[in-house]
């Protein structure tokens, strides 16, 4: 049975809510037998071996190339879709409708959508408190066969669908979708299964005479509120599933800029087994959806992947409303970032550059692990500069839907207006040269040109201020002041994400990776600053760039835990003098 948006056109294979009654009902029996037990928070069973999902490279002629642009071709044949809200499991429409604009052609809607009420918002939650009471008593591992399920169907049954739509909606090219909504989804699913046996296995080490004492995992008193962004559709299902895999339920506001691949995450999740209610979609307004679940009582996480200023803003709401909540709500987020690579003079330059044309350009440097700002030597700099501009201005760009091109749109209006006033400032700033494009057109797309400027000023605006665009700064310092330039780099920005240190020289590697030690939370070695894998690299950094939680890591979910200490005594005493007492 096809899967529809509610709307005449369909996307193919993929299941109706209709159809996964029988599965919900399932689990739900399952669950209501548990009652009264207190097995989920303690039990752990062997998992399969969890690997990386493995990447496809959709080489030309390759059948995944053809699989994923029939998914293209089917989608924009049949947009734009209609998306629901979903609260306790019902597909129900909202108090207005917005649009998903394709970026690489913004005159097409992708999808249209219903925003909630206020009202629907205070029905998600108490629908997601009710849900908490079955869902949190599942045994961890009947809670993690659910995601690893639907990691596999990630990976297999909705890999291009799940494409196509990040690529038409978010506007990646093919490759940067696979990292995205295929591998990296997958590896957060697999890997917090995995993740979530080290948090429950980790118990008291002694036990004295008579005693047995042991922890118990408990989901935090409440419900955890999700809010994700635009440009990674992983950590959109990785928000929600992350808090409701250790027991949570969770209410899931998508970015406005991602609700179609965002919804169909939703569905696999629910065609996997998550019950009714245990994650209410809930698309629509940001500060109006906000300002409903920070006051109420049993608010209790907050789970975010957002701007700094957005998150700052959450945080007094929540700081204001703390004599209002039952419980400290935990606050967990990943920010902005201004991230650096610096060269030192011993430099492989052609890995540099090849590394930092990366690290800036792919997906239009809309990550917030993206290369923002370049520091090389003097000695280095007319080769790199050279080699820069060579390979740049060979990037192409244009419309994802072309495989072509390395590079497509930027995300929206807002943010090609935001990033064209950078541009127009180095172009206007007696410190700033444009050595590499700098052109910008959204008369179909909201198109930028991969851009480099040249500065003369360490702490000129482009080297201090998140962009979240194809702009790269460069500063050349003099080659014997590299102490001093690592002092410029730690207190330029605020942020302290990912940076990246290029030397063949050892003791310039572990000297910038010592002084450094703030300036970045992820930390590359002759690699560009972004491309962390699950698994491998946990990812987030500290100061403005967030609470460093670690995502793809048991850090982050300890976060979404509240543990209790039992004791149990199993001989009676007999007194209940000590000792000392006995004179």
Known sequence: ??????????????????????????????????????????????????????????????????????????????????????????????????????????????CTFEKASKSQVQEAIAGALEARKKWSEMPIYDRQAIFLKAADLIAHKYRYILLASTMLGQGKNIWQAEIDAAAEAADFLRFGAKYSNEVY????????????????????????????PFNFTAIGVNLAA??????????????????????????????????????????????????????????????????????????????????????????????????????????????????????????????????????????????????LIEKASHIKMGNIADPE????????????????????????????????????????????EPTVIETINPNTKTMAEEIFGPVLTAYVYPANEFSNIIETIDSTTPYGLTGSIFAQDRDAIVYASNKLVNAAGNFYINDKCTGAVVGQQPFGGARASGTNDKAGSSNLLHRFVSPRSVKESFLPISGFQYPSNIV
């Open 201 to 228: 296995s980790t118990q008291p080490t002694e036990n004295s005479p008579g005693i047995w004492n042991h922890l118990e995992y408990r989901p935090l008193e409440g419900f955890v509120y999700a809010i994700s």
């Open 1 to 110: 049975m096809s899967f529809a948006f509610h709307t005449t056109k369909v996307l193919p294979t993929i299941k109706s809510a209709a159809s996964l009654v029988s599965a919900r009902a399932s689990v739900t029996c399952s669950s209501q037998n548990l009652t009264g037990h207190r097995v989920a928070q303690t039990a752990s069973t062997k998992l399969p071996e969890i690997k990386n999902e493995p990447m496809r490279d959709y080489a030309l002629g390759s059948t995944d190339r053809s699989k994923v642009m029939d998914a293209i071709n089917t989608i924009k044949t049949q947009a734009p879709y209609h998306v629901n809200l979903v609260i306790n499991g019902e597909e129900v429409k909202g108090e207005g409708v917005d649009k998903q604009l394709m970026p690489s052609e913004h005159a097409n809607a992708l």
């Open 242 to 387: 992350a808090p409701a895999l250790m027991g949570n339920t969770v209410l899931w506001k998508p970015s406005n800029a991602a609700v179609l691949s965002n919804y169909i995450m939703y569905k696999i999740l629910e065609e996997a087994g998550v019950p009714a209610g245990v994650i209410q979609f809930i698309p629509g307004n940001p500060v109006d959806i906000s300002e409903q679940i920070f006051n109420h009582p049993e608010f209790a996480a907050l789970h975010f992947t957002g701007s700094t200023a957005v998150f700052k803003s959450l945080w007094k709401q929540i700081a204001n409303n703390i004599d209002g909540y039952k419980s400290y709500p935990r606050i967990v987020g990943e920010t902005g970032g201004k991230n650096f690579h610096l060269l030192h003079s011993s430099a492989d330059v052609d890995s540099a550059v090849n590394q930092t044309i990366r690290g800036a350009f792919e997906y239009q440097g809309q990550k917030c692990s993206a290369c923002s700002r370049l520091y090389v030597p003097d000695n280095l700099w007319p080769e790199f500069k050279s080699k």
């Open 405 to 448: 091109n390395f590079i497509g749109p930027v995300i929206n209006q807002p943010a090609f207006d935001r990033i064209k006033n950078y541009i127009e400032y180095a172009k206007s700033s007696p410190d700033c040269e444009v050595i590499v494009g700098g052109n910008c057109d959204s008369s179909v797309g909201y198109f930028i």
